[in-house]
Structures are given as structure tokens and as C-alpha cells.
């Protein structure tokens, strides 16, 4: 009889990812994956308490993703460089991100508190925002945020019109920046 193939967590990660990536979360079961790398669900098991500790290995391996893009330097500018990664996400991980930012989910619970002070704490350190309080720049970050987000479900969803490439989306991203500081700064000086 032929040895047993062994798969380290990482592979099996690794492939419940893929899965993932193009049929969502909720499409991971052992049954699936063990036919992907075929093999028995034994595999799957022995790596993994259950099916749900597999799909959280696999949404932490999503999280470092977007953090990975989140920190990525596009621009130079951290605030747009954020929402330039939320839209590179939206179009690379289109599934994922559906399910992840347009569906209710525990998943995101925890990822929303973290990142957002993470990112605060990162944007109030650039010059053009350093003249804000925390408080406004929290309120600077929700409002682009907002905007981000909007865009980026027009991206993951194919909604913007053909000509509108990334150049397009990012122009935009920035312009909506530089209007929602200059609407802050506004209201500060009165």
C-alpha cells in the first residue's frame, strides 16, 4: 500500500484559500478540500479541531493580506495609499470582499477596531493631518472611509463605467481627500 500523503496546516490553508477566494467562505468544508488535494478529510482533522478553525486560519490568513496592502506604498501618501489597497482588494478579491464587508459576519468584529486604530494612528503622523486633533482625524478617516467603501463595492461589483480605470478611481480617491481635509480645516478655523 502507498504512503499516506502527508499536508502541512499551510497547504490545507493555503488551498482553503483558494477555495475561498473564488466561492467565499462559507464554501470551505473538508469534504471539499480533501477532493481539491486529494487526499481523505483525515488530513484536514488532524491539522484542524474542527471545519470553523480551519475558516478563522483562513480569514487571519485574509486579515494579513490586507494588512499587507494596507501598508504597501502606492503613493507616498499614507491616506490615500489605504483607500488605493481597499480598491486593489476589492478588485483582486472580489468574493472576499463581498463577503467580508457586505455581509454580516463575526469575522470582521474584531478586524474593524484593530485596523482603524492601527491606521489612525498611522494617517495623524502625516504633515498635511498632524494639525488635527485625534478626534478629527477619526472623523476625517470615518468620512473617507465611507467614501472608500462605496467606491470599492462599485469596483468588487464591476459598477463603474469601462473607462473609469484605476488611474480614474485613485484621482478621484485623492480628490475626495483633499475635500473632506479642506472641509475639516474649514470648520476648525471658524
Known amino acids: 500500500m502507498p504512503p499516506k500523503k502527508k499536508f502541512t496546516k ?17 464554501s470551505i468544508t473538508a469534504r471539499r478540500i480533501a477532493e481539491e488535494l486529494k487526499c481523505s478529510v483525515a488530513p484536514i482533522y488532524f491539522n484542524f479541531k ?13 486579515f494579513e493580506l490586507m494588512r499587507k496592502l494596507a501598508q504597501t506604498t502606492y503613493t507616498g501618501d499614507k491616506f490615500l495609499d489605504i483607500g488605493i489597497a481597499s480598491l486593489k482588494f476589492a478588485k483582486e478579491y472580489s468574493v472576499l470582499f ?3 464587508v457586505l455581509q454580516n459576519n463575526p469575522y470582521m ?13 498611522e494617517i495623524i503622523q502625516e504633515k498635511e493631518l498632524n494639525q488635527f486633533s485625534e478626534e ?20 468588487a461589483n464591476d459598477l463603474l463605467p469601462k473607462d473609469f480605470d484605476e488611474d480614474k478611481q485613485i484621482e478621484l480617491l485623492k480628490s475626495a481627500g ?4 479642506q472641509s475639516t480645516r474649514f470648520k476648525t478655523q471658524k
Open 50 to 62: 474542527d471545519i470553523e478553525h480551519l475558516k478563522q486560519a483562513v480569514v487571519r490568513k485574509i
Open 136 to 155: 478629527e482625524v477619526g472623523i476625517i478617516f470615518l468620512k473617507m472611509r465611507i467614501f472608500q467603501l462605496g467606491l470599492s463595492v462599485m469596483v
Open 178 to 181: 483633499e475635500d473632506v481635509i
Open 109 to 121: 468584529d474584531d478586524y474593524d477596531q484593530e485596523l482603524g486604530n492601527d491606521m489612525i494612528g
Open 98 to 100: 463581498r463577503e467580508l
Open 10 to 26: 499551510e497547504q490545507i490553508i493555503d488551498k482553503a484559500f483558494e477555495i475561498a477566494k473564488k466561492e467565499g467562505i462559507e
